[in-house]
């Protein structure tokens, strides 16, 4: 099928990129303001904040993930064969990560006997039981993949800067506004 975007990213992509990117610095400026989470801790503040913006990349990350599958861009060509296959596994790493921490925060938030709601719009259905287990341990594994996505944030800009400074090739410009 000629479903490839063969010149490149095309606005949604882009747009929903760095839509992602806005929604996940706020998240984690919400994440590490906010009060941890705890039997005492209320729904409310920054707490709800938490969850309104996670319910919001989960939409975005959706939507993205779908419009990623249905126009697939092919990787530079001049790349090595290295770069290939490891920005392959960093980017489809990126979006796994943003789509787990999402749903697990979900499943955590409803352990706690919460509903996750998108700014008061739309109530999500619960995912988890309210006291299970494994609800909670959802939250541990979530405040785990914190830092592992951050890592790989870390090692996704730290190759933009690479490209952009060092190689001084297409890749950056191909995630920018234009051609
Ligand atoms: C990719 C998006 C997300 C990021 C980057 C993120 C980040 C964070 C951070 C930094 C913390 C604090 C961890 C700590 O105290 O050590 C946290 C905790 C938490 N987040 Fe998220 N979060 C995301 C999505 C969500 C979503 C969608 C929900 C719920 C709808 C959610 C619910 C929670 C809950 C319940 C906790 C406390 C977990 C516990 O201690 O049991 N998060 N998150
Ligand atoms: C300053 C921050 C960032 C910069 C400069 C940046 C830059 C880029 C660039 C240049 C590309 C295109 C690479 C190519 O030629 O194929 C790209 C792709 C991508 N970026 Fe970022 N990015 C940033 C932040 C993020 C964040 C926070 C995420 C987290 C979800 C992310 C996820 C992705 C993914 C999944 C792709 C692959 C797109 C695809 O082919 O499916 N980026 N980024």
Redesign the pocket.
Same mark, same amino acid.
């Given at each position: 099928m000629a479903l490839t975007e063969a010149s490149?990213?095309g606005a949604v %992509?882009k747009i929903l990129?760095?839509l &992602? #990117?806005i929604l $996940?610095?706020v998240q984690y400026a919400i994440g590490s303001i906010m009060p941890h989470i705890g039997r005492e801790t209320l729904d409310e503040g920054w707490v709800s904040w938490h969850f309104s913006v996670g319910a919001a990349i989960l939409l975005f &990350?959706v939507i993205?993930l779908g419009w990623?599958l249905l126009h697939?861009?092919p990787? $530079?060509e001049t790349l090595a064969p290295w770069e290939k296959l490891l920005?392959g596994i960093?980017?489809?790493a990126?979006?796994l990560?943003?789509l787990a921490m999402t749903i697990l925060g979900w499943a955590a938030t409803n352990s706690r006997g919460w509903d996750v709601k998108l700014f008061g719009l739309v109530t999500l259905p619960p995912l988890a039981p309210k006291g299970s287990k494994w609800g909670h341990e959802c939250g541990d594994i979530h405040n785990i993949l914190v830092y592992v996505?951050f890592g #790989? &944030?870390v090692l996704?800009?730290t190759a933009?800067?690479y490209?952009?400074f060092v190689k001084h090739d297409?890749?950056? %410009?191909?995630?920018?506004p234009g051609r």
């Open positions: 490149g990213y %992509a990129h760095w &992602i #990117f $996940l610095a &990350i993205r990623r697939p861009v990787q $530079l920005s960093t980017h489809w990126l979006y990560l943003v996505l #790989f &944030i996704h800009v933009a800067l490209h952009y297409r890749v950056v %410009a191909r995630m920018l």
